[in-house]
């Protein structure tokens, strides 16, 4: 079955430590996005690529990195410099031109400890 | 930045009643979407309609689009249970493909 998975879906980190969130889509889709999710919020987007190698920023990029080496593949990293991380954190792929909506994955809750 | 303000917050209602969420938008749009999301998931994409066309729908969901007053709402007809979630309206536009979402409707079906 096509879809959107994401890994871990819990995931602890210390403080000062790098963490990387995994994305992997099997949609056949151009597009890939990461969106954080903090309790009772809307979504707010933290980088997005429209295609393989090129990325862009989104409205909270600071403290987070992307790379976009596979179409498949849009992974997140949450860098120390991000001061407050705890959240939970979506990744989306589309089809260009939005037509169907997005796909999401089903979430990493990520907890500083 | 937050694009769109959905209304209410929350709502509470029986099993067999309608719900209606709004949804305000503050830039133009190409599209407007609903999603979906239970408790700890992921979101679930619902309907999209389109900045030329005033109504959609899909089974009990009815949607509506108000380009001049910047607003759309969502009807589900007839609620169950398993309704329970929370509604977010999310906006396109031409930059690039990227959705903007609002802050949810938290919706309740008490059985």
């Known amino acids: 079955d096509g879809g959107i998975t994401q890994s871990p879906k819990y995931l602890f980190r210390k403080e000062g430590q790098n963490v990387t969130l995994s994305c992997e889509q099997n949609l056949n889709h151009d597009a890939m996005y990461w969106y954080r999710q903090d309790p009772g919020q809307g979504l707010r987007l933290i980088y997005y690529?429209?295609?393989?190698?090129?990325?862009q920023k989104g409205d909270i990029a600071e403290g987070y990195s992307v790379s976009r080496e596979k179409k498949e593949s849009f992974p997140l990293t949450v860098t120390s410099a991000q001061k407050n991380p705890t959240a939970f954190y979506l990744c989306?792929?589309?089809?260009?031109?939005?037509?169907?909506?997005?796909?999401f994955g089903s979430g990493t809750r990520l907890t500083v400890v | 930045s937050q694009q769109g303000e959905e209304d209410p917050q929350a709502l509470s209602i029986q099993e067999g009643e309608n719900a209606t969420m709004n949804c305000s938008y503050k830039?133009?749009?190409?599209?407007l979407q609903w999603y979906r999301q239970n408790s700890g998931r992921g979101l679930v994409h619902l309907i999209l309609i389109r900045s030329n066309e005033r109504e959609k729908h899909s089974g009990r969901l009815r949607v509506t689009l108000d380009t001049s007053k910047k607003s759309s709402s969502l009807l589900i007809t007839a609620s169950r249970a398993a309704d329970t979630a929370s509604y977010f309206c999310?906006?396109?536009?031409?930059?690039?493909?990227?959705?903007?979402f609002g802050q949810g409707t938290e919706l309740s079906v008490k059985p």
């Open positions: 989306a792929s589309s089809t260009p031109g939005q037509s169907y909506g997005y796909t």
């Open positions: 830039t133009s749009i190409n599209n």
């Open positions: 690529s429209q295609i393989v190698n090129d990325f």
């Open positions: 999310a906006t396109g536009n031409n930059q690039g493909g990227k959705l903007i």
